[in-house]
């Protein structure tokens, strides 16, 4: 078993839609989560961050954390053409960044 | 765009070779990141440099040594390449605090090994 799994995808949406995006985590003892997007050829790029259970909104944006369930969701509310990309999971344990990812969700928005 | 400057952008490199790829950190961070990105697959966890001291490694062997200088620049040396050492390399730099863990990524170097 993986310590970061995520649905492997891929995931479409119709332009509009609201994507979800899930991944689980093996390590209780992880602190921070983070939402990464990464295009084609590209360095991921930071979405958010969550480090308390329950919900956080940015913009279009909003993270889930339930630790219990060792689960942290990503939901994009309006997708628009230009979400379509590879978004990854990043979980941190209690040391400063030493991340580990998932492979990631490849999610493609259908004009 | 994040501040962290990463070069080369491209390397190609033979078998055995040895490669040193470079990383400038984000003003104010302190701690820089290494990893690894296979195609296809999530970024894994090389090692990681905090004040010029090794601070935790991935399941990498020795030949993937580093580096970090007094202005938190960093370097990632890779000895004997192997094939699959082909992969993007990605720098992270971040600053080490309470709940202040946040990454933030280079553009990354392509390096090909054949």
């Known amino acids: 078993q993986k310590e970061v799994e995520q649905n492997s995808g891929p995931l479409s949406v119709p332009e509009g839609a609201i994507a979800s995006l899930n991944c689980t985590y093996s390590?209780?003892?992880?602190?921070?989560f983070f939402w990464y997007r990464q295009y084609s050829g590209k360095s991921p790029e930071l979405i958010m961050s969550?480090?308390?259970?329950g919900d956080k909104e940015d913009g279009r944006f909003t993270a889930q954390l339930n630790k219990a369930s060792q689960y942290v969701s990503l939901l994009i509310r309006d997708s628009q053409p230009s979400d379509s990309a590879t978004y990854l999971c990043?979980?941190?344990?209690?040391?400063?960044?030493?991340?580990?990812f998932g492979d990631g969700t490849t999610l493609t928005v259908k004009p | 765009e994040t501040g962290v400057t990463q070069s080369p952008t491209h390397l190609i490199k033979t078998r055995g070779q040895q490669v040193t790829l470079r990383c400038s950190s984000q003003?104010?961070?302190?701690?820089v990141s290494w990893y690894q990105q296979a195609l296809g697959q999530g970024p894994q966890f090389i090692f990681q440099?905090?004040?010029?001291?090794?601070?935790g490694r991935g399941n990498f062997p020795p030949r993937f040594s580093g580096l970090q200088f007094p202005n938190y620049s960093s370097e990632l040396n890779v000895n004997a390449l192997e094939l699959d050492d082909s992969a993007l390399y990605l720098c992270?730099?971040?600053?080490?605090?309470?709940?202040?863990?946040?990454?933030?990524f280079g553009p990354g170097t392509r390096l090909t090994v054949l």
């Open positions: 992270a730099s971040s600053f080490s605090g309470v709940l202040t863990d946040t990454q933030y």
């Open positions: 390590d209780r003892g992880s602190q921070s």
């Open positions: 969550i480090y308390s259970n």
């Open positions: 990043a979980v941190n344990p209690t040391n400063a960044g030493k991340s580990t």
């Open positions: 003003s104010g961070h302190n701690t």
């Open positions: 440099y905090y004040r010029e001291e090794e601070n």
